[in-house]
């Protein structure tokens, strides 16, 4: 089993910043991807970020040039961030790592997310 602890989400005026942390810990022999995803009202889960074990990442288009997705492998933990936030910004943010095992398995954990709020 893998757990995933996540930080750093609240309430913000727009244009301003946070700063997510999510960290993986238990039955991990290699982390994959890790990124995050966001959920709002009425809307679908969406990809926010991903950061690839080879260190490639991607962005959706509505967080580029404003979020940074980064990883601290030692640490097996990955942070988000959000720059020049916007009121619909606002989201539960939730952290995904995908996991290796030593028998070869890979599985998708998420953690319990995390929410930010953008006022205007």
């Known amino acids: 089993q893998v757990q995933l602890v996540e930080s750093g989400g609240g309430l913000v005026q727009a244009g301003g910043s946070l700063r997510l942390s999510c960290a993986a810990s238990?039955?991990?022999?290699?982390?994959?991807?890790m990124g995050w995803y966001r959920q709002s009202p009425g809307k679908q889960r969406e990809l926010v970020a991903v950061s690839a074990s080879g260190g490639s990442t991607n962005y959706a288009d509505s967080v580029k040039g404003r979020f940074t997705i980064s990883r601290d492998n030692a640490k097996n933990t990955v942070y988000l961030q959000m720059n020049s936030l916007k009121p619909e910004d606002t989201a539960v943010y939730t952290c995904?790592?995908?996991?290796?095992?030593?028998?070869?398995?890979?599985?998708?954990?998420w953690g319990q997310g995390t929410q930010v709020t953008v006022s205007s």
């Open positions: 238990g039955d991990i022999f290699k982390l994959n991807a």
């Open positions: 995904n790592a995908r996991v290796a095992t030593l028998r070869g398995y890979v599985y998708d954990y």
